[in-house]
C-alpha cells in the first residue's frame, strides 16, 4: 500500500494581520504551519498502515521553507516527502495547483505505483476545497470528498470503505482503489509523535523537484498563467450603521434589554422552576 | 476559445431523493438578478432519477429554462456520474455562467467539472454581481482568515463559475403557473462503469439541526475567556430555551465541536433572535450570522465590528451581564408560578 498525503504549508490564519492601508496580508506576522487538516490527512494514512503496511510519502508545493511542514508530517509519521519548488509555480490558483501537484503525483505514481491521495478538506489561508478533487480529475481516479471516517481498506479486492459527511448526516461509499479522499478534521485525533519519529524528522531532507524535473509539462498550465481566476479587488465590505446602543449601568443595561426581550417573548422557552 | 460563443446564467439544482435544496431556491434568486442584469435567460439545471415532476418548481423559482438529465445511475450523488452530465449540457449549451451551492455535492461537483472544463471556479462566494459591459462575474468571499473580502474574477475563461454559501442569497417568492422551458438531454451511462457506490445514506439530524432550526442562538466568542466561563452561555442558553454556538477561535481553542460553529467555515444560520456574547465580529463570522433577524451584541470593546451589524448593542462585560440576565430570567419564572412556557 503507498498513500501519498498533499500537504500545505500555511500562514496561522488566527493570528495573521492584514495591512489596513494596502489590504495586503502581513506575513510576517504569523507563523507559517503544516495546514491542520492536512496534519489529520498525514494522521490518517499512518492508521491506514498500520492495518495495511506499506508507505507513506507526503507532497508539497511551496517554497524551500515548506521542507519545514514536510518535517513535521514525518514527524506525525511519514516515510518520505517530495516538495516541488520553483518560481514558475508562483501564483497559481487552484486549476494551476491541481496540475503541478498532478505532475508530480505521475513522477512518483511511475516510481513507486500509488494506490490512495489524501488531503485535508482544504487549506485555511484559501478556504477553497478544489484542489483535492481536481487532482482526483487529472488522475482519473474518484475523488470522495469530507470524509469522516475510513471504515476499511480491502486489498484483496482493492477497494475502500468510507464515510463521508453530507449537510445532514452522512453516506456510506465503497470505491475502487486508488481513490483520493479530503477529511475532515474529526476523523481522527493527532497522536503524540514518537521519539524515533521526531529524531527522524529532525534530520529529514525531502527530495526537491523543480519544473524541469518534470517531463510532457505543459508551462502555459503553471502558476500565474495557468490560472484562469485572479483576484480583483479587495475591500472591507462597507460597515453598515449598527443598531442602537444601550446606555447606563450593567443595571439599567439589562433591564432594557429583558424589556426588549419581553416584546420577543413567543420566541423563549423560559424553563419552568423545578 | 471564442468568449461570446457563451450566453446564459445556469444553477445547478441540487437535489436529494427528489428533495431540492434550499440553497438551489436561493442561487435561482441571486441568479435571476445576474441574468436580468446580462439580458439572458435563466437556467436551472438537474440530474438524477424520475426527477421531471421537480422542473415546474424550478421555473416557479425564477428559471425561464430547466435542463435534466434522467437515468437510473444518477440516482445518488457520485462524482463521476455527475460531473459526466453537467459536462455534457455545459458542452452543449456553453452557458457564460454556472453557480453551484456551496454543500459538500455542491462543491465537490463544482471542482471535478472545473478541472475537465478548464475553468475559473470561485469557492463559497457570499456576494455575487456582474460586470455588465465585460460581462464578468464579480464573485466575492471573505478572504485569508476572514477579515476582508476579496472579489475574484475569471477574464478568460468559460462558464465562470462558484460555489454560493447556502443562506445567503435571498430566494424568490414562487410565481405558480410560471411558464419556462423544458429540455430533457439523454445520457449513457452504465453501472458497471462506475468505480464507486454509494451503498447507504444516513440522515443524522440531531448533530446539525440544531444550529440551523435555532429560534434563538446564543454564540460566545473568544473573550469569554476560557472554558470555564464559556459554561455561563450554556446556562443562559438554558434559561430561555436557546442553541449554543461558538466563533472559529472557540472551535479552535477546544471549546465547542466543530459542528457547533458559526461563520464562513461553519455553519450559517438565520435565527430569530442571536445573541453575539464576547465575540468581535470578524468578518468570517459575520458573514455566517448578519441575516439573524435580532441581533443583540455584548462586548467589552466599543469598537468591535460586531456592534455594525447588531440590531442592538450592549458596550459591557458578559461575565456582570450574563448572570443578571439569568437572574431575571429566573425572577420572572418564579412570579410566574414556575409554570410558563412562551412557545
Given amino acids: ?274 | 476559445m471564442n468568449l461570446d460563443d457563451y450566453r446564459g446564467v445556469w444553477v445547478f439544482i441540487e437535489q436529494n431523493d427528489g428533495k431540492i435544496e434550499g440553497v438551489s431556491l436561493e442561487l435561482l434568486g441571486a441568479g435571476r438578478k445576474l441574468a436580468d442584469k446580462l439580458q439572458v435567460p435563466l437556467a436551472g439545471f438537474l440530474l438524477g432519477n424520475e426527477i421531471k415532476p421537480l422542473a415546474n418548481k424550478i421555473i416557479s423559482y425564477g428559471a425561464d429554462v430547466v435542463y435534466m438529465v434522467d437515468h437510473p445511475v444518477l440516482k445518488h450523488y457520485r462524482t463521476e456520474s455527475y460531473m459526466r452530465g453537467v459536462m455534457l449540457l455545459a458542452e452543449k449549451y456553453k452557458p457564460e455562467i454556472i453557480l453551484y451551492g456551496a454543500t459538500p455535492n455542491g462543491k465537490d461537483l463544482a471542482s471535478a467539472v472545473a478541472t475537465d472544463l478548464n475553468t475559473g471556479l470561485t469557492a463559497d462566494t457570499t456576494m455575487l454581481d456582474v460586470d455588465i459591459d465585460n460581462r464578468l462575474l464579480e464573485a466575492s468571499r471573505p478572504a485569508f482568515g476572514g477579515n476582508i473580502m476579496a472579489t475574484i474574477l475569471c477574464k478568460k475563461h468559460r462558464p465562470q463559475m462558484a460555489t454560493v454559501r447556502p443562506k445567503v442569497m435571498k430566494a424568490l417568492e414562487p410565481v405558480s403557473g410560471r411558464k419556462g422551458k423544458i429540455i430533457e438531454e439523454n445520457i449513457s451511462l452504465q453501472e458497471e462503469d462506475m468505480r464507486t457506490k454509494v451503498l447507504q445514506i444516513v440522515n443524522d439530524v440531531t448533530k446539525k439541526a440544531n444550529l440551523a432550526d435555532a429560534h434563538v442562538i446564543v454564540c460566545g466568542g473568544k473573550g469569554m475567556g476560557d472554558l470555564q466561563n464559556f459554561q455561563l452561555l450554556y446556562e443562559f442558553a438554558e434559561t430561555i430555551g436557546a442553541t449554543v454556538g461558538g466563533t472559529r477561535d472557540v472551535v479552535e481553542a477546544g471549546w465547542l465541536p466543530h459542528h457547533l460553529q458559526i461563520g464562513q467555515t461553519g455553519e450559517t444560520v438565520t435565527p430569530k433572535i442571536y445573541f453575539a456574547v464576547a465575540l468581535s465580529g470578524a468578518i468570517q463570522h459575520v458573514v455566517g450570522m448578519k441575516n439573524s433577524d435580532f441581533i443583540i451584541a455584548i462586548n467589552k470593546d466599543p469598537n468591535a465590528p460586531i456592534f455594525d451589524v447588531a440590531t442592538y448593542g450592549i458596550v459591557g462585560d458578559a461575565m456582570e451581564i450574563l448572570p443578571k440576565l439569568i437572574e431575571q430570567f429566573k425572577q420572572l419564572r418564579t412570579e410566574k408560578g414556575g409554570e410558563i412556557s412562551y412557545v
Fill in chain 1, 1 to 274: 500500500m503507498h498513500i501519498v498525503v498533499c500537504v500545505k504549508q500555511v500562514p496561522d490564519t488566527k493570528i495573521i494581520k492584514i495591512n489596513p492601508k494596502t489590504n495586503t496580508l502581513d506575513r510576517r506576522s504569523a507563523p507559517a504551519i503544516l495546514n491542520p487538516y492536512d496534519a489529520h490527512a498525514v494522521q490518517e494514512a499512518v492508521k491506514i498502515r498500520e492495518i495495511t503496511g506499506g508507505t507513506i510519502s507526503v507532497l508539497s508545493m511551496g517554497p524551500p521553507q515548506a521542507t519545514e511542514i514536510i518535517r513535521k508530517s514525518v514527524e506525525i509519521g511519514a516515510d518520505r516527502g517530495y516538495l516541488i519548488s520553483d518560481r514558475a509555480f508562483a501564483g497559481a490558483d487552484t486549476l494551476a495547483t491541481s496540475y503541478a501537484l498532478s505532475k508530480a503525483l505521475e513522477k512518483i505514481n511511475n516510481e513507486h505505483p500509488v494506490d490512495m491521495i489524501i488531503c485535508g478538506k482544504h487549506a485555511i489561508d484559501g478556504d477553497t476545497g478544489q484542489v483535492g478533487p481536481g487532482i482526483a480529475r487529472r488522475m482519473d481516479i474518484p475523488p470522495i470528498t469530507n470524509v469522516i471516517e475510513v471504515s476499511e481498506v480491502n486489498q484483496k479486492e482493492n477497494t475502500v470503505l468510507i464515510k463521508r459527511k453530507l449537510t445532514n448526516g452522512y453516506e456510506l461509499i465503497q470505491s475502487n482503489l486508488p481513490c483520493l479522499l479530503t477529511v475532515e478534521k474529526e476523523i481522527n485525533d493527532i497522536d503524540y509523535s514518537p521519539m524515533p519519529n521526531m529524531i527522524k524528522a529532525a534530520r529529514y531532507e525531502p527530495i526537491i523537484w523543480a519544473v524541469s524535473d518534470f517531463e510532457n509539462v505543459d508551462r502555459s498550465q503553471m502558476g500565474l498563467k495557468g490560472s484562469p481566476t485572479i483576484v480583483g479587488k479587495m475591500f472591507t465590505p462597507p460597515r453598515p450603521e449598527g443598531g442602537k446602543r444601550l446606555d447606563g449601568t450593567t443595571d439599567e443595561q439589562v433591564k432594557q434589554l429583558m424589556e426588549l426581550l419581553m416584546e420577543k417573548k413567543d420566541l423563549l422557552t423560559i424553563q419552568s422552576a423545578k
